[in-house]
């Protein structure tokens, strides 16, 4: 099982937590595309991350991505973004955020053309966007989709705002989002449906904390996982869109591909790194995951 990861351009993290009464600073690759990449292979899929790396930022990237993903790298002179993120008292503070450049013409034809064909040669593809605007231009994820699903490859996007209208429009096979991007008068059920429009076979929200709502064969349905304390919500989404994906990748029915969704999600926001978890975890917790059609108005 194979899987095709974009991920535009990686940050470098930089994590203080305290052990012991003392600062416990923590140096990690992070970004939506990573994070996926990362519980992808866990679950036992093999993943290729396509991603451009530049600058210092860039350069520390690399040495830390390339150990633990397989990695189609692509040199720019645009550099990686970076933060710093206080943990100390349990939540995030960013300290300091310095934005990814944006990458230029001949750069962003490299980079599209590494994940075409990545995806084509895996037959799944995941898009996920840079955590900074400028980046890519919108039209990047609109023809990469459609490229790609036309000649074969299954594409799934998790994306927001006008990166998500643009990919919508290639016609993606999953579409998973967040809660935010839903118009605060629109039931998710009737959002859900809307995206699905696009030609998706499958639509899920997630919802942070609270269940989320998947679309698929004209029903919409809670994806109820076992409530466990949460150490970091981060990350949860991007896990669960790994979880799809490889649902997507070997060939599971929509309900066991969900059950491992809600499952990855659950394990990732118990953990202290991002998109971790093991996959033994993940398929035992998915046993108790729960699919519950929708009936109320408001999921309609």
Known sequence: MSIAVLAPAPDLTVTVEE?????????????QGIWQARMAAALGAEV??????????????????EPELRVQAIDVSARNGSYVHDRRD????EVVRMAA?????????????????????????????????????????????????SNGCKVVVDLSGSRLDAACEGGPT???????????????????????????????????EHPSLAYFDGQAYLVES???????????GDSMTAALAYGLAADLPWDAALR?????????????????GSGHAVRELSERVRLTPCVKEEDR
Do not use: M
Request: aromatic share 2%; with cysteine.
């Open 260 to 276: 491992l969704a809600g499952a990855a999600g659950a394990i990732n926001v118990t953990r202290h790194g991002l998109g971790t």
């Open 19 to 31: 052990l012991d009464g003392r600062p416990d600073i923590h140096l990690h690759a992070g970004g």
């Open 226 to 236: 076992p409530g466990l304390v949460p150490v970091d919500t981060w990350g949860g």
């Open 90 to 93: 349990g939540s995030r503070t």
């Open 48 to 65: 290729t991350v396509c991603a451009t790396f530049g600058g210092e930022t860039g350069q520390a990237l690399r040495h830390l991505i």
């Open 174 to 208: 999953v579409i998973k989002v967040s809660d935010e991007e839903v118009p605060k008068d629109e039931p998710l059920g009737k959002a859900a449906a809307r995206l699905a429009d696009s030609g998706a076979e499958i639509v899920v929200i997630s919802r942070a």
């Open 101 to 149: 450049d944006p990458l230029t013409r001949h750069e962003l034809d490299d980079l599209y053309e590494a994940i075409l064909l990545a995806g084509l040669r895996a037959g799944v593809a995941v898009l996920g966007g840079p955590l900074d605007d400028g980046v890519v231009p919108d039209s990047l994820y609109e023809r990469l989709t459609a490229d790609l699903t």
